[in-house]
């Protein structure tokens, strides 16, 4: 048994209940959200990051559904791919 894990972060959607904010860049305490998401799981191997590439302070792998837009189960999948 090891001690690792992976994580997948889901980092797309509309955010059509915030007015389509990108909720990902949102500032709390000066670090975006999805800079503290990462941090929470800095140690995962490999960190996957299934969205539009933005900039970020962590170095992660970058995925997309396909299409772009369909939904958590297609972002997943995608992460997982």
């Known amino acids: 048994m090891t001690d690792g ?3 997948v972060v889901l980092a797309g959607g509309a955010a059509r209940r915030m007015g389509g904010v990108d909720k990902t860049a949102l500032q709390i305490g000066g670090r975006t ?4 998401t990462l ?3 800095a140690t995962a191997d490999p960190l ?3 969205g539009p590439r ?3 302070e ?3 792998r970058w995925a997309r559904e396909d299409p772009p ?3 958590p189960l297609a972002g997943l999948a995608a992460g997982l791919r």
Do not use: I, P
């Open 39 to 41: 941090s929470a799981v």
């Open 58 to 60: 962590s170095e992660v």
């Open 48 to 50: 996957v990051v299934v």
């Open 69 to 71: 837009g369909s939904g």
């Open 5 to 7: 894990f992976a994580a």
């Open 54 to 56: 933005r900039a970020t």
């Open 33 to 36: 959200l999805l800079d503290r």
